[in-house]
């Protein structure tokens, strides 16, 4: 089993997935620089956080045109797993890997703090060690993380189970109040159809030790670990 | 040749920032403002031997595939 993370000029959340996926997961690593094209020898790549390219046009939307961009294409194409967080999510919407689009912060704040979100859908290759409903603390910073899409991927995305993650409150409701950007019916992660391809706004990497305040997001790459296990 | 492009937010997406400067203008005493919505506005100097109907393909693709997210913005080209 090996992860990929890829780097683009401005990925700065880089190295915390890296720290991650080899002392907690324990899983090889490599950095994939943006004009890379071959990733045979992954099993799973992890678009990272940052401001690629400097947030210039729309968050995310110069990666896209990286050459890594159409291997990531072909790799999600092929089943294999692409794990976009923040800048990823934005990156993985703009390249179409995943539905919709992210936009300002309806309050226009750029917001760094932890959140809760609940588990919808703990049937997933990224949440399988993980509990519909289960509500867990992980840290925003961003200040384009407001999803939108139209009212026909909205009824796709639910009628798929592909809602993964919704920004809720302590006791798990989806209150307004909870939802830190005005995202569409609080949503925080999607997965594509197939279920390989999964997006979020908050930041699991950031989120695996006590000493930072929760390991609430170690699970969900203890889940893809065990989904590349099953899969190999 | 120039082909100058006009990308807005579709009329069905809140545009967070357009309301911000909307309540700006509002607080300098301008009345009678009903909305204001931001957009992004480019330039692009083409080769002066490409005809018309070939730098508006150009500048028409450009904007489809690079400067508009067709999920959230609409666009128009002019080329002068």
């Known amino acids: ?232 | 040749m120039k082909a100058k492009v006009y990308v807005t937010l579709k009329p069905s997406v809140l545009d967070p920032q357009g309301k911000a400067i909307h309540h700006s203008v509002e607080l300098l005493g301008y009345e009678n403002i009903r909305d204001v919505r931001q957009g992004k506005y480019f330039e692009i100097a083409l080769d002066t031997d490409l005809s018309e109907t070939d730098a508006r393909q150009a500048a028409e693709n450009i904007a489809k595939n690079v400067l508009a997210n067709p999920v959230i913005e609409d666009y128009r080209v002019e080329i002068v």
């Not at chain 1, 159409?70 to 390249?95: H, M, P, T, W």
């Not at chain 1, 989120?207 to 989904?227: H, P, Q, V, W, Y």
């Open chain 1, 1 to 232: 089993m090996k992860f990929g993370v890829i780097v683009f000029p401005g990925s700065n959340c880089d190295h915390d997935a890296y720290h991650v996926l080899s002392k907690h997961v324990g899983q090889p690593v490599d950095f994939v620089w943006h004009k890379q094209t071959d990733l045979s020898d992954y099993d799973a790549v992890v678009v990272p956080g940052g401001f690629s390219y400097g947030d210039y046009l729309r968050a995310g939307a110069l990666a896209q045109f990286s050459p890594v961009m159409n291997a990531v294409r072909d790799f999600a194409a092929s089943g294999k797993f692409v794990f976009g967080v923040c800048n990823g999510f934005q990156i993985l919407c703009e390249a179409g890997l995943l539905p919709g689009a992210l936009m300002r912060n309806k309050d226009l704040h750029f917001v760094c703090r932890h959140v809760n979100i609940r588990v919808e859908n703990g049937a997933t290759s990224y949440t399988s060690e993980l509990e519909a409903g289960e509500i867990l603390s992980i840290p925003i910073a961003h200040a384009e993380g407001n999803y939108v899409c139209d009212d026909a991927t909205f009824a796709e995305l639910e009628k798929n189970n592909q809602i993964i993650f919704r920004y809720c409150d302590e006791n798990g409701e989806t209150t307004g109040e909870a939802n830190p950007n005005g995202s569409r019916s609080n949503i925080a992660g999607i997965c594509n159809r197939q279920g390989n391809v999964l997006g979020m706004m908050p930041h699991p990497e950031r989120a695996c030790e006590e000493l930072l305040g929760s390991n609430d997001g170690r699970d969900i790459f203890r889940s893809l670990t065990k989904a590349i296990t099953n899969n190999e």
